[in-house]
């Protein structure tokens, strides 16, 4: 047997037969493209931050190890990891730099003895799939090649390390930019930074990098060029989608990856029988759940962990985060965070919800009313101009226009209570804590400070009071003045009335 053959035939495999994977996801670069606070990789698309993309990734392979390599923001970065694949390894990559010292200090965080397939990928591809991984993992595993790298083809191959090949196909070298020479800058391939090793010859290999190059780094690359030269094949995988590939290291390409993920994530929820009106102004978060015959408008952002149940209709120019609408409702114009919307009902225009609010069923909440944890039963209206926050307001009552619930004292909140089938005027203003029981009314500009029993009529009684005369004594020479002066006679100041 060769010498490959004899490592493939001892190469650990899983119960399935499948050989033993490793994935090693490099995340230790600081991004200053970017120029930015927050560091590069927790920049978020579709909802996830970059790196929890490549983790999910990492994931959906089933390796049976993950290790991650950290230096900028070490913190921060490490517990998004930890966050997205619970149990995988961090490591902290030394003073040393480039991708091949990375590289080297993943590597001898495995075990001593793997001896399957080692998988490299850079933390910041976020578009690239399980998918397309795994086609790289089969080309690799049907060869005899002591690694396998992805590569892509571009018009415009500035700036990329370029894929040499030898007369015979297979890969000779991988020259970084700044290393190329005129013949090899000329090359349209490039190194789309995604390996797959041997564990054996890689471990063989790593020792022999150097920074002897025009970065001073180690780089992953080299790793390449030393298995040529002990007598290994190395062959190369082009991607049919060159932007799988495409890394974020400004805002622009975060912008241009995130359109792309939008874009795919919309087709695949209207294959799957939502309607998208302008998918053009719509955006949805990975993690958004979305059932049959839902309908989304113009303008409209589903985000977080969102979820809309059959025939609901959301939009135009909705944002909703975290929130749960149920079956045939109806959101329009709206701005929601953690709110859950019952079934049949409708929101909007122009409503504000904050977290804490739930609607029930065929309630409703209407134009410029904003709430914040406030319980409205079925069958209940808050139709406008009104701010519900710190209620519970039972089933099938009715909230008149303009109605405050002033849960602030200045130092805490306090609670407001309506029963079920309340009646309450316009303008009024319940100063909590305070209980409206079931069946009650309040009239028009009530400011209600101490509760309301059942089937009661709560009202303020202040007479009004008429002062004749006044707009012609006090606003002399105005246009008010002149229209009551040429009012009918019996109505003047001066009929004697």
């Not at 190194?191 to 797959?196: D, K, L, Q, R």
């Not at 022999?208 to 002990?230: F, H, I, M, P």
Request: net charge negative; charged share 20%; aromatic share 4%.
């Amino acid at each position: 047997m060769t010498d490959e053959t004899q490592q493939q035939s001892a190469t650990p495999t899983t119960t399935d037969g499948v050989r033993s994977l490793a994935v090693i996801v490099l995340a230790a670069g600081q991004g200053t493209r970017m120029k930015s606070a927050t560091p590069k990789l927790l920049h978020t698309i579709a909802g996830v931050p970059i790196l929890g993309h490549v983790l999910a990734t990492a994931r959906a392979l089933s390796a049976d190890h993950v290790v991650t390599v950290v230096r900028h923001e070490r913190d921060r970065v490490a517990q998004i990891v930890l966050d997205e694949l619970p149990g995988s390894t961090v490591v902290d990559q030394d003073e040393i730099p480039g991708t091949g010292r990375a590289v080297e200090q993943a590597v001898s965080a495995l075990p001593a003895d793997f001896a399957g397939d080692v998988l490299v990928v850079n933390g910041d591809v976020p578009l690239l799939d399980s998918d397309t991984l795994g086609q790289l993992l089969a080309r690799h595993r049907a060869g005899a090649a002591a690694a396998t790298i992805l590569s892509a083809i571009l018009d415009d191959a500035t700036g990329y390390g370029r894929v040499v090949r030898g007369d015979d196909g297979s890969v000779s070298a991988i020259v970084e930019q700044k290393d190329a020479g005129e013949a090899e800058l000329a090359i349209t391939e490039i190194n789309a930074g995604v390996y797959v090793f041997s564990a054996v010859r890689l471990r063989e290999q790593l020792a022999s990098l150097t920074t002897e190059n025009a970065q001073g780094e180690k780089y992953v690359t080299d790793v390449v060029g030393l298995l040529r030269t002990a007598g290994h094949e190395v062959h190369a995988v082009p991607v049919s989608q060159p932007w799988v590939v495409e890394g974020v290291n400004d805002r622009a390409q975060l912008s241009r990856q995130a359109a792309r993920l939008n874009a795919l994530i919309i087709r695949k929820w209207q294959l799957a029988g939502v309607t998208v009106v302008d998918p053009a102004t719509t955006w949805i978060d990975l993690r958004v759940t979305l059932a049959p015959d839902v309908t989304i408008k113009p303008g409209t952002q589903l985000l977080g962990a969102t979820v809309v149940e059959t025939g609901a209709t959301i939009g135009p120019d909705t944002t909703l985060v975290d929130c749960e609408i149920g079956e045939d409702a109806e959101v329009r114009r709206t701005d929601g965070t953690l709110a859950v919307i019952g079934a049949g009902a409708t929101v909007g225009p122009f409503a504000y919800l904050r977290p804490g609010t739930i609607l029930g069923a065929a309630g409703k909440i209407g134009t410029f009313v904003e709430t914040k944890n406030a319980e409205i039963g079925p069958r209940s209206k808050v139709p406008h101009l009104s701010y519900v926050g710190d209620a519970t307001v039972g089933e099938g009552a009715n909230i008149g226009a303009g109605t405050i619930f002033a849960n602030y004292d200045g130092v805490n909140k306090h609670s407001t209570v309506v029963g079920d089938e309340v009646r309450t005027g316009s303008h009024n203003v319940f100063v909590a804590p305070v209980r409206i029981g079931d069946g009650a009314y309040t009239g028009a500009g009530t400011v209600v400070r101490k509760d309301v029993p059942s089937g009661a009529l709560a009202i303020n009684v202040a007479p009004q009071r008429n002062l004749e005369g006044w707009t012609v004594s006090n606003r002399p020479g105005s246009a008010a003045a002149e229209a009551a002066e040429s009012s009918a006679p019996d109505e003047s100041p001066e009929s004697g009335r």
